[in-house]
């Protein structure tokens, strides 16, 4: 007969063994290796850039690493950039497509077609409309990495990027890119691009900030399927009991963007050449091109005090004289409000140092009093 | 006659204990098997590796022939068992404990189960006590459920570990009955107990555990037989010693111990000189003489290491 | 074996003792609910809760969703972990092992047992919301709302209420297994139950911990809310499988670890 504990430990034995093999499972999943393809930086590039037909449907995460010191009415924008952002996605083309974003007990849906864009929350039980504009807040569909690999890659220079090898992402053989912009003034180390070889679809996007370790955003697909997705599914009609809105955001940005009065821009400032977006307002002055961009507007004075008292509660602002500065990760912000003349606000992706160099280039106002 | 409990070199150690140490034991058919032993002697460990709750650390157990515990599945339906108390869910009525250990294991008609628990229920007394729960039942009631508990399958052997606990004189005494009555209808009993009497009354065969080693294991017939010597209760014990000098192998108050084997011929010499005899048998050892003679202190007796 | 079992929990008033606190909880809610009229904040509360207010036939959800975090697991646990523990403590396990009731059949039995129970709880929590959801609330039982926007016809809402019902129920395995586990090493039920609240109380804690973040996918309770997937249109299948996986590796893992322990141990009790 076989004592005690000769009987239980082949048992316990066995527990181990299978309990090792789960646990090691994962790490030997991701340990396969991906075989990497000698692909030109350059074509790679052409690649993403092709890819905005292509058609999929997938399931992204984006993590935001960047606490921006906004007011009250753009938490939405700050949460895309502050916290995990779980979305799913199908894709027909760039004005047919769905965007969910997943919360634990609801969703929200943006649900786009050629006119414009639905919105549903569930719980607030509303659908609200907006029609299609050239320019708009930054939505969940702008942090899939499919469309922001697109949109940063599509002004970056050849001369600014590198292949940096191939991981699996999704299930996927990704082949990496990374742009160093080249701007002294970016705030931006470098963006790694993963893309997908067999679709050209950028499958992870990491932008690493200038002075961190942590991603400023990190968006990656988690699933992604390369089939077409459902017309019914992209389509929406809002539900019988659902309150209905028209959305007035974006244009009250924009309103106000236009109520601007403006004003003889510099063509370049930091280093960085004016450059035009279409829909932006005329008032707000636009720098810079890729993942280094520099937006400057003047301000209402009532509205810079506010402002300004905001910023400097900021344990990080750094408060000389009349101006006002802060960085979040690599965006910068910086309001300039001398008594004399009438207040600017500088934002974008470029350093502290830069923002101050802009701001001694802008042009002089006398304050009308 | 074959063998129905046979163990070789049986032991159970908890670290550094040695709660059983080495048994053979060797209970036959047929017998009404005593074993005897001080608290914490052993006795309830060895009746739990008997019936595969502990595992041996060395040694071998055959029961009704087969090995155990590997063969318990085959072998336990043909044992009955109270192990130490008897227990059941109190929520339940008794008949419902009966069916519902009936049916988790091997060995228990469905079809006749129903019949099966009627009956057990009478043998051990409880025929009538309906659908009370067992939370309210005495601890004599409790007791006697277990044992039905045990006759349930009508067993070969039944290991039963101080089955009379709890019980009043007429419980026990019936319950004797009962054993004696399995037991002449072919039924081995292996009795566990501390009660010498108890062991005395019923046994035919002994075994005493001292401090996890067996120290004894005998038929009790022989363990009683005479010694040799006759017993003599007199009021003149100062007589005895005068008539039959040399042979008086003790005297103790007006008992009086001589030796030679034959109680009519001490007699014969005692009333040819007169002297009176109020009593007079041949000496047998009583079963506690043996066992006190064989166990050396009680086992819960924790004394100074030296 | 299975039967036993299954007869033993059920005729025991403790189990619908357990069931029925189970359910207070979500009436209570119902009754706020109705009185004040004052459905929780977008983001905040359980799933399904503000929902109840136009569609009375979803508090079956509501209820599964306010008891799913505690009530739920506290109750699988309390049982679990009295399935073999308790057993040793009233002392009957020692006479079913020797009757004999073989030891991994014993176990088995057990977690079917549970199981069982997962079910029954499970279900009648979902009776008993879609009856006060319906009398108490403004009903719509011909159809519902997909958490997406879309309609969803009654049939289709029927069944995923089913599938999250059952979905639910295999939430609890986890638990159920690490009770179960717990219960196979200590003659205490009370000290299992607690064991297993432990893990749970660990994963959920761990679960809102950014540090934990690596590990957060393994943790018991990680995938438990994905029920609400379910009525995501199209479904969501992504966290269900992955929640379903991650139990029944929970289930085998600590089940082969129980069988290990207690097909090997002396049982003293």
């Known amino acids: 007969m076989a004592s005690r504990a000769r009987a239980a ?55 935001g690493g960047l606490a921006l010191p906004v007011t009250d009415q753009l938490d939405a924008v700050a949460d895309l950039f502050s916290d995990r952002t779980e979305m799913r996605v199908w894709w027909r083309g760039p004005d047919d497509h769905r965007v969910d974003v997943i919360t634990p007990a609801g969703e929200t849906g943006i649900h786009r077609d050629a006119r414009g864009t639905w919105t549903w929350e569930y719980e ?46 999704a299930g996927r053989d990704a082949l990496g890119l990374r742009a160093t912009p080249a701007e002294p003034a970016s705030a931006v180390r470098q963006v790694d691009v993963w893309v997908d070889r067999a679709s050209g679809l950028t499958v992870q996007v990491v932008v690493l900030g200038e002075t961190s370790e942590v991603p400023a955003l990190d968006t990656r697909f988690l699933d992604l399927e390369l089939a077409v997705p459902d017309a019914a599914t992209t389509a929406f009609a809002p539900p019988a009991d659902a309150r209905l809105r028209t959305a007035e955001e974006t244009e009250i940005v924009l309103e106000a963007g236009r109520r601007l009065v403006p004003v003889p821009f510099p063509p370049t400032v930091a280093g960085l050449p004016r450059r035009t977006l279409e829909g932006a307002p005329p008032g707000i002055g636009l720098y810079g091109r890729g993942a280094t961009l520099l937006a400057v507007a003047p301000v209402p004075r009532r509205l810079a005090e506010g402002l300004g008292r905001t910023l400097a509660q900021s344990p990080d602002a750094v408060v000389e004289g009349t101006s006002t500065r802060i960085a979040a990760g690599p965006v910068g912000l910086m309001l300039v409000d001398p008594r004399d003349a009438e207040p600017y606000l500088l934002t974008g992706t470029v350093t502290l140092d830069a923002l101050v160099e802009a701001a001694a280039q802008l042009p002089v106002t006398r304050a009308q009093r | 006659m074959s063998t129905v409990i046979a163990t070789r070199g049986l032991a159970k150690q908890y670290g550094r204990v040695h709660a059983v140490d080495g048994i053979d034991l060797d209970v036959r058919a047929g017998d009404v098997y005593g074993f005897l032993g001080a608290n914490g002697s052993g006795k309830t460990t060895t009746v739990r590796m008997l019936l595969g709750l502990v595992l041996p650390t060395r040694g071998e157990i055959d029961l009704l022939g087969e090995r155990m515990p590997r063969a318990g599945r ?56 309906g659908r009370r729960p067992v939370k309210a039942y005495s601890l004599g009631m409790r007791q006697r459920l277990g044992l039905a508990g045990a006759l349930l399958r009508r067993p070969e052997l039944l290991v039963l570990d101080e089955p009379t606990n709890g019980l009043d004189p007429q419980g026990i005494s019936e319950i004797r009955e009962l054993l004696l009555d399995l037991h002449r209808g072919g039924t081995t009993v292996f009795l566990s107990s501390h009660l010498l009497a108890e062991v005395e009354q019923l046994c035919s065969r002994v075994g005493v555990l001292d401090r996890g080693r067996l120290v004894l294991q005998d038929d009790l017939a022989a363990l009683t037989a005479p010694t040799g010597a006759t017993v003599v209760r007199t009021p003149e014990p100062g007589q005895v010693r005068a008539v039959l000098d040399g042979r008086v192998a003790a005297v103790d108050g007006e008992r009086v111990v001589v030796r030679g084997g034959d109680p009519a011929e001490v007699n014969a010499l005692l009333v040819r000189a007169g002297v009176p005899v109020t009593g007079l048998a041949a000496d047998r050892p009583t079963l506690e003489e043996v066992v006190l003679a064989a166990a050396a202190t009680s086992a819960d007796r924790v004394e100074r290491e030296r | 074996m299975i039967a036993v079992e299954l007869r033993k929990l059920f005729r025991r008033p403790r189990t619908w003792a357990i069931i029925a606190v189970l359910n207070a909880l979500p009436v209570l809610v119902a009754v706020l609910l109705v009185l004040t009229d004052l459905a929780p904040r977008p983001g905040e509360g359980p799933p399904f809760l503000s929902a109840v207010l136009t569609n009375g036939a979803l508090y079956p959800l509501a209820a599964l969703a306010i008891v799913l975090p505690l009530f739920l697991p506290i109750a699988v646990a309390v049982v679990a972990g009295d399935s073999v523990a308790g057993e040793a403590q009233a002392g009957t396990l020692r006479y079913l092992l020797a009757r004999p009731a073989g030891r991994t059949r014993l176990l088995v039995a057990k977690l079917v047992a549970v199981l069982a129970f997962v079910l029954v709880t499970v279900v009648v929590v979902a009776a ?142």
């Open chain 1, 124 to 169: 607030r039980a509303t659908a609200t409309r907006a029609a299609a504009t050239p320019l708009a807040l930054p939505a969940p569909p702008d942090l899939l990495p499919a469309t922001l690999g697109r949109r940063l890659l599509s002004e970056t220079a050849d001369a600014e990027l590198a292949r940096i090898g191939a991981r699996r992402i």
């Open chain 2, 74 to 129: 085959r072998v336990l339906p043909r044992v009955g068992a109270l192990i130490e108390s008897p227990a059941a869910y109190g929520h339940l009525s008794g008949r419902e404990n009966l069916a519902l250990l009936d049916a988790a294991g091997p060995g228990g008609g469905r079809r006749d189960r129903r019949r099966r628990i009627t009956e057990v229920l009478d043998q051990v007394g409880l025929g009538g006590v």
């Open chain 1, 9 to 63: 430990a082949p048992r316990w034995a066995v527990v181990g063994v299978v309990v090792a093999v789960l646990a090691a499972l994962p790490a030997i999943v991701a340990a396969l290796p991906v075989a990497d393809d000698p692909v030109p930086a350059a074509e790679l590039r052409a690649a993403v850039l092709a890819s905005a037909d292509v058609q999929f449907s997938g399931y992204a995460e984006s993590a």
């Open chain 3, 128 to 269: 008993v919301g879609y009856l006060v959801g319906t009398t108490l609330f403004e009903a719509r039982p011909g159809a519902g709302t997909s958490v997406s926007g879309t309609s969803l016809t009654a049939e289709e809402l029927a069944v995923r209420t089913v599938l999250a019902v059952g979905y639910v129920g295999v939430s609890m395995l986890g638990v159920a297994a690490f009770a179960l586990f717990f219960s196979t090493l200590t003659d205490s039920p009370l000290g299992a139950t607690m064991g297993a609240l432990a893990v749970l109380v660990t994963s959920s804690l761990l679960f809102t911990l950014d540090a934990a973040s690596p590990i957060a996918p393994y943790l018991p309770t990680r995938y438990w809310l994905a029920f609400v997937d379910l009525f995501r249109d199209p479904i969501l299948w992504r966290d269900i499988t992955r929640g379903l996986a991650l139990q029944a590796v929970y289930v085998g893992v600590l089940l082969a670890a129980a069988w290990a322990n207690f097909t090997t141990k002396d049982v003293t009790s």
